[in-house]
C-alpha cells in the first residue's frame, strides 16, 4: 500500500504532507469557510509569516497551555508554535528570572501594536492584587501594561475569558475577566476549561488569512466555534426528542447511552462545538463518555450551577403527539389503536371537507364542477 512519506516544511519533521492538508481542511471547515478557501489557508499555514505573541499567565492552572501542547496529535502543537512566534510564556521559555522580564520587555518595544497578548487566567484586583505577582508586579500591572501595545487580546480559558472557578462567591482575591480591566482593545474570549486546541489555531489563522479578527458574537466568542448549541449537534439528542433519559449514573438508561439532561447537562444552554470538534484527536467529549455537559464556554453556568442541577429550558420532553418510547408498555402519548382509530377519522374528516369545498358556489353563483379526465373545476 502507497503512503506518503514526505513531510510539510512547516511542519515537525515526522508530520506527512497528507496530515499537514487534513488539519488544515478540517480548520476551514472549522472556521465555516467554502471549500475553496482551503488553498488559501494552506498557503497561509505554510508560509513563513510568524505573528508576535506574548502569553501571560495569572490565576489559572496551565490547563490551557498543557491541552495545547499534550495534544495527542503533534500536527496542533507544531503548527500553532510554527505559525506564532512566542515571545514570551511563563511555562515554556528557558530563561527565568530578569533574563525573561528583559525578554518581555524587548518583544513589546520591537513589536509594538503588531503582537497578539494571549491571557490565560484570571485576574485579581483585591487588597491592590497582591494575590498574584509576576517580578515583583501585580497581575493587572502586568497585564495594563502589556495591553497598551497589543493591537488585539485573546483571553484563553474560561478563567481569563470570564473569571473562571476563582471569580466564584465569596471571591475572596476579587478575580475577573480580562474584559472586565481592558476596554480599548479588541477582546477574542476562547473559554472552556480548557477549550479545544483547534478554536486557538483556527483564530490565529483567521487573522492570518484575512487580516481582521473572526466575527464574535456578544460574549466575545468567535461565531465558528460558538455560534450554536452543544445540544444541536450532540449524539444523544436523539434520545432526549424520544423521552429516552438516564435517571442516574450506571442505571439501564446510562449505559444504553440516554440523554443525560435529566442528570443535570447543560449542553441546551451552552454554546460550544464540542460535539463537533472533539477532543484529544480520538472523538472524545465529556458527553459521549457518559458524563453531563457543565457548561464550561457560559459565564453564568460553570462554578455557579451544580453538575446535578438542570438547566432551564423549553419542552424538556416530547410534544404529547409523539409515539410513546416503548409501544409495549404505557406510555407518553396515544397507543397504537387510538392512533389507528384517530388516523381513520382526521381521514374521513379531509375527504369530507374536500367534497363540501366542490360544492360550495363559485363566484359567479353556480356549482363547481370538474372536468372530465382533467380534475380542474369551471
Not at 12 to 30: E, G, I, N, Q
Not at 191 to 211: A, E, I, M, R
Not at 307 to 336: C, N, R, W
Amino acid at each position: 500500500m502507497y503512503t506518503e512519506t514526505h513531510t510539510c516544511s512547516c511542519s515537525s519533521p515526522d508530520v506527512s504532507r497528507r496530515s499537514f492538508l487534513k488539519t488544515c481542511a478540517t480548520l476551514t471547515a472549522l472556521m465555516g469557510l467554502p471549500r475553496s478557501m482551503l488553498a488559501k489557508v494552506t498557503e497561509v499555514a505554510e508560509s513563513d509569516s510568524r505573528l508576535p505573541v506574548i502569553w501571560l499567565h495569572f490565576q489559572e492552572c496551565t490547563g490551557c497551555s498543557e491541552s495545547l501542547l499534550r495534544s495527542s496529535h503533534p500536527m496542533i502543537a507544531s503548527l500553532i508554535l510554527d505559525k506564532i512566534s512566542l515571545d514570551y510564556h511563563e511555562t515554556l521559555m528557558a530563561g527565568s528570572g530578569e533574563q525573561a522580564e528583559q525578554s518581555i520587555r524587548d518583544s513589546m518595544a520591537a513589536n509594538k501594536g503588531k503582537y497578539v497578548l494571549v491571557v490565560e487566567g484570571a485576574i485579581p484586583t483585591a487588597a491592590n492584587g497582591v494575590f498574584c505577582k509576576v517580578g515583583g508586579k501585580t497581575a493587572v500591572e502586568s497585564l495594563t501594561a502589556a495591553a497598551e501595545g497589543a493591537f488585539a487580546i485573546i483571553s484563553i480559558g474560561t478563567c481569563a475569558a470570564y473569571g473562571g472557578v476563582q471569580s466564584v462567591p465569596p471571591n475572596p482575591t476579587g478575580a475577573v475577566g480580562v474584559r472586565d480591566i481592558v476596554k480599548d482593545r479588541p477582546i477574542v474570549n476562547i473559554p472552556g476549561c480548557p477549550p479545544n486546541p483547534y478554536t486557538f489555531l483556527s483564530s490565529v489563522l483567521y487573522y492570518l488569512t484575512f487580516t481582521r479578527l473572526p466575527e464574535l458574537d456578544g460574549l466575545g466568542r468567535p461565531l465558528f466555534a460558538y455560534g450554536r448549541r452543544i445540544h444541536e449537534h450532540c449524539e444523544r439528542r436523539p434520545h432526549f426528542d424520544a423521552g429516552r433519559f438516564a435517571k442516574a449514573y450506571g442505571d439501564e438508561g446510562h449505559a444504553k447511552g440516554y440523554c443525560l439532561y435529566q442528570l443535570g447537562c447543560k449542553g441546551p444552554a451552552t454554546y460550544a462545538n464540542c460535539p463537533v470538534q472533539r477532543f484529544n484527536d480520538v472523538g472524545a467529549w465529556p458527553v459521549s463518555i457518559g458524563h453531563p455537559c457543565i457548561g464550561c464556554t457560559e459565564p453564568d453556568i460553570l462554578f455557579k450551577t451544580s453538575i446535578a442541577e438542570k438547566v432551564q429550558i423549553h419542552d424538556p420532553t416530547p410534544f404529547d403527539s409523539y409515539a410513546p418510547v416503548d409501544l409495549g408498555k404505557k406510555g407518553k402519548g396515544m397507543d397504537p389503536v387510538t392512533t389507528a382509530i384517530v388516523g381513520v377519522a382526521a381521514g374521513a374528516a379531509l375527504g369530507a371537507g374536500a367534497m363540501m369545498a366542490k360544492r360550495l358556489p363559485d363566484a359567479s353563483g353556480g356549482e363547481k364542477k370538474e372536468c372530465e379526465g382533467h380534475g380542474k373545476s369551471k
